[in-house]
């Protein structure tokens, strides 16, 4: 089975710096999925960053980028010039494979304050 | 955009009651998933579903059962609620090979 690790439970920042969260993962598998998705408060959970485990090319997303580490199954989210819209929760996820119901294991969350 | 919803926000139940929330998405998208959100433990997968009438358990499933008789209805059925299924609930929908679940906006189920 597939484990998702987060080990910060909350996070702060400052308006316009730069932040990175953690997420570690464990799997046997070669080929597989991985994501960040935004919870923000009272809204809708939705995708930040998906890669992809046989690029190598780290995946990029305006602001948000991620360092993806195979050999030590780490997965970090950087955002950069943060903004008090980024405050929210945040969950690294992954998924094994594409097939007929392609389910997701999430980490605990981590909760990040953009502070004025 | 896709959108998805569910039932109600917010939802308050007595021990024992029998508990529906629905989950409707408009994209035609062939899976389906109910998810239980904890502090602490992220999401977790109770049910999904990849066609009309077919279902599988997912890591959390006792307690549970799901329904879907059509393709965009995906229901979640707790047939005697408890205090340790005081939750939120969240709904996500996504094409049949695809790496890209939608959310719905939440329950939040309170059960006394």
């Known amino acids: 089975a597939q484990t998702v690790t987060q080990s910060q439970p909350e996070m702060s920042v400052q308006e316009a710096e730069t932040v990175t969260l953690s997420c570690t993962y464990d799997?046997?598998?070669?080929?597989?999925?991985l994501f960040w998705y935004k919870q923000p408060p009272s809204r809708q959970m939705i995708l930040v960053i998906r890669?992809?485990?046989?690029?190598?090319q780290n995946a990029t997303e305006n602001r948000f980028s991620v360092n993806f580490q195979k050999a030590a199954k780490s997965f970090s989210l950087k955002i950069s010039d943060s903004q008090l819209g980024d405050t929210a929760m945040y969950f690294c996820?992954?998924?094994?494979?594409?097939?007929?119901?392609?389910?997701?294991?999430f980490g605990g969350g981590t909760r990040l304050m953009v502070k004025p | 955009d896709v959108k998805v919803t569910q039932s109600s926000r917010y939802l308050v139940k007595r021990t024992g009651e029998k508990v529906f929330l629905e989950c409707v998405q408009d994209?035609?998208?062939?899976?389906m998933f109910w998810y239980r959100q904890d502090p602490g433990l992220g999401l977790r997968l109770i049910y999904f579903?990849?066609?009309?009438?077919?279902?599988e358990k997912g890591d959390i499933p006792e307690g549970y059962s799901v329904s879907r008789e059509k393709k965009e209805r995906f229901s979640l059925i707790l047939e005697s609620a408890s205090t340790n299924q005081t939750s939120m609930y969240l709904c996500?929908?996504?094409?049949?090979?695809?790496?890209?679940?939608?959310f719905g906006p939440g329950t939040r189920l309170l059960v006394l």
């Open positions: 996820a992954f998924m094994k494979q594409l097939s007929a119901g392609n389910m997701l294991t």
């Open positions: 579903s990849y066609d009309v009438k077919m279902k």
């Open positions: 996500a929908s996504s094409r049949l090979v695809s790496e890209t679940q939608y």
């Open positions: 994209m035609d998208h062939e899976n």
């Open positions: 799997t046997s598998e070669n080929n597989y999925y």
């Open positions: 890669q992809e485990a046989y690029k190598q």
